[in-house]
T-cell receptor, first 110, second 115 residues
Framework: GQSLEQPSEVTAVEGAIVQINCTYQ??????LSWYQQHDGGAPTFLSY????GLEETGRFSSFLSRSDSYGYLLLQELQMKDSASYFC???????????FGPGTRLSVLP | DAGVIQSPRHEVTEMGQEVTLRCKPI?????LFWYRQTMMRGLELLIY????????DSGMPEDRFSAKMPNASFSTLKIQPSEPRDSAVYFC?????????????FGAGTRLSVL
């Protein structure tokens, strides 16, 4: 089976940097993805890591360590619009389906 | 492209009634996924299709749930009979399987309330 763990809530102020961690247990591993979901909205893709290391996309970066079964999403220069839930998702080798983590609710304060 | 289109956006029904949710994936995508999201259980995969064929339906909660994909541009998720515990937001997503990032594009969702 597969399981993922994320902090349930994170709070930070505008302009700050925040890191959202994700640990996973899976039989077989193909990649770790991150999705953002605003209240009342649909999940939207943010980032993907198939190999160890850091992937950077603008203000967002994602990191993966396959040996530690660990990844994180780093959000820099936080803006109010970044207030949302963030989900990590694991894709198991051989499958096209994801297992999503429980989500981390990020609140950005002025 | 208009993205993944789901209908209806909201559905309110009474316990015991049949509910049908609809999804049009992004043209050219060969994978289609149905998810259910609740506060208690988070985002759960119910079933997914590849080239209109169901691949994994292990997430379908019970026989009251069924899903079909008669062609590449249309899928339905049916609940019969519906129960209050089925109240949730149901998302449809599609992806292009050959892309290594396997980005899933989600529809806006159907918010189902079973009274």
């Amino acid at each position: 089976g597969q399981s993922l763990e994320q902090p349930s809530e994170v709070t930070a102020v505008e302009g700050a940097i925040v890191q959202i961690n994700c640990t996973y247990q899976t039989s077989g591993f193909y990649g770790l993805s991150w999705y953002q979901q605003h209240d009342g909205g649909a999940p939207t893709f943010l980032s993907y890591n198939g190999l160890d290391g850091l992937e950077e996309t603008g203000r967002f970066s994602s990191f993966l360590s396959r040996s530690d079964s660990y990844g994180y999403l780093l959000l820099q220069e936080l803006q109010m619009k970044d207030s949302a839930s963030y989900f990590c998702a694991v894709r198991a080798r051989g499958g096209q389906n994801f297992v999503f983590g429980p989500g981390t609710r990020l609140s950005v304060l002025p | 492209d208009a993205g993944v289109i789901q209908s209806p956006r909201h559905e309110v029904t009474e316990m015991g009634q049949e509910v049908t949710l609809r999804c049009k994936p992004i043209s050219g995508h060969d994978y289609l996924f149905w998810y259910r999201q609740t506060m208690m259980r988070g985002l759960e995969l119910l079933i997914y299709f590849n080239n209109n064929v169901p691949i994994d339906d292990s997430g379908m909660p019970e026989d009251r749930f069924s899903a079909k994909m008669p062609n590449a541009s249309f899928s339905t998720l049916k609940i019969q009979p519906s129960e209050p515990r089925d109240s949730a937001v149901y998302f449809c997503a599609s992806s292009l399987g050959q892309i290594f990032k396997n980005i899933q594009y989600f529809g806006a969702g159907t918010r189902l309330s079973v009274l």
